[in-house]
T-cell receptor, first 115, second 111 residues
């Protein structure tokens, strides 16, 4: 089975722009979660989508949004980028929603740099 | 407020010796804990977990110990190998099923 894929792997944007990141889960997985990793904060949960519905949401401003398509692929969007949004964005997929974290598989991440 | 803390950003251990990575938590409601390993340019991978009904869980060279009264857990790697060099995160799900991660400890195993 192919693993979780994320595109693009690297991205450079300017303050004020918006960005869309994509995540393709493992085939058959219906849950996709997004995390932001920064050096001082570790991984922080952004949101989880399951069967096209947002099931859970972390404490991030409304500039961060996401969606999931019928094929379980997910996108996250960040509008009006700020320098502090520079981070590694990771997505993780699983075949259930919540709870089975030991069966959650991460992608390699998208490294976003905001200048 | 960091509910899961890894106070040592880095650890250096000689090959063959024991590596001990520590993690503290503040939320006494946490009842399940996980350790992840992350190599550069890869996503984290699940390593080992422990439920709060246990105080120890072992999987090969990896053992996790949980001290509920101290709100502390530790990951022991014996013997350490160069391939264990990575960043290790501890994590716990909160009561809304959000996974709360620590800030990570970078382990370097040298020959």
């Amino acid at each position: 089975k192919a693993g979780v894929t994320q595109t693009p792997r690297y991205l450079i944007k300017t303050r004020g722009q918006q960005v869309t990141l994509s995540c393709s889960p493992i085939s058959g997985h219906r849950s996709v979660s997004w995390y932001q990793q920064t050096p001082g904060q570790g991984l922080q949960f952004l949101f989880e989508y399951f069967s096209e519905t947002q099931r859970n949401k972390g404490n991030f401003p409304g500039r961060f949004s996401g969606r999931q398509f019928s094929n379980s692929r997910s996108e996250m969007n960040v509008s009006t980028l700020e320098l502090g949004d520079s981070a590694l964005y990771l997505c993780a997929s699983s075949d259930t929603s919540g709870g089975a974290f030991n069966e959650q598989y991460f992608g390699p991440g998208t490294r976003l740099t905001v200048t | 407020d960091q509910q899961v803390k890894q106070n040592s950003p880095s650890l250096s251990v000689q090959e063959g010796r024991i590596s001990i990575l520590n993690c503290d938590y503040t939320n006494s409601m946490f009842d399940y804990f996980l350790w992840y390993k992350k190599y550069p340019a890869e996503g984290p991978t699940f390593l080992i977990s422990i439920s709060s009904i246990k105080d120890k869980n072992e999987d090969g060279r990896f053992t996790v110990f949980l001290n509920k009264s101290a709100k502390h857990l530790s990951l022991h790697i014996v013997p350490s190998q160069p391939g264990d060099s990575a960043v290790y995160f501890c994590a716990a799900p909160d009561n809304t099923d959000k996974l709360i991660f620590g800030t990570g400890t970078r382990l370097q195993v040298f020959p």
